[in-house]
C-alpha cells in the first residue's frame, strides 16, 4: 500500500501555529485531491480540509478562518498552515490523496501528532 510522506507536527502554545507539508511518492499515479484529516484520542476521523485538482477548497466548519491548505495537485503535493491553534485542535493529523476510477480510491500518510497546549 502506497503512504504519503508528511512532515510537521509538534507542540505548540495555544495561539501558536503550525505548518504541515505532504507528499506522495514519485512512482505515485497520478490523484484528483488532497486533504488533510485529524483523528483525536476517542473520536473518529473527520475532514480537515481538502483541496481538490482545480484549486477548490472546503474547510471544517471548526477551522475556517484560522487554516489555510494549499498544494500542487499535478505534483502530488499538499501544506496545511495552521494558525491560531486551540488546545481542542490537537488530534493526529492524516495526509490524503484521493483519485477517481470508476469509484474512489484513497492514500493515507501514517500520520503526525499535533498537541496545542493550553
Known amino acids: 500500500q502506497v503512504q504519503l510522506v508528511e512532515s510537521g507536527g509538534g507542540l505548540v502554545q495555544a495561539g501558536g501555529s503550525l505548518r504541515l507539508s505532504c507528499a506522495a511518492p514519485?512512482?505515485?499515479?497520478?490523484?484528483?485531491?488532497m486533504g488533510w484529516y485529524r483523528q483525536a484520542p476517542g473520536k473518529q476521523r473527520e475532514l480537515v480540509a481538502r483541496?481538490?485538482?482545480?484549486?477548490?477548497?472546503n474547510y471544517a466548519d471548526s477551522v475556517k478562518g484560522r487554516f489555510t491548505i494549499s498544494g500542487d495537485i499535478a505534483k502530488k503535493m499538499v501544506d496545511l498552515q495552521m494558525n491560531s491553534l486551540k488546545p481542542e485542535d490537537t488530534a493526529v493529523y492524516y495526509c490524503?490523496?484521493?483519485?477517481?476510477?470508476?469509484?474512489?480510491?484513497?492514500?493515507w500518510g501514517q500520520g503526525t501528532q499535533v498537541t496545542v497546549s493550553s
Open positions: 483541496i481538490s485538482g482545480s484549486g477548490t477548497t
Open positions: 490524503n490523496a484521493g483519485r477517481w476510477q470508476l469509484m474512489r480510491y484513497d492514500y
Open positions: 514519485g512512482r505515485f499515479f497520478s490523484i484528483d485531491d
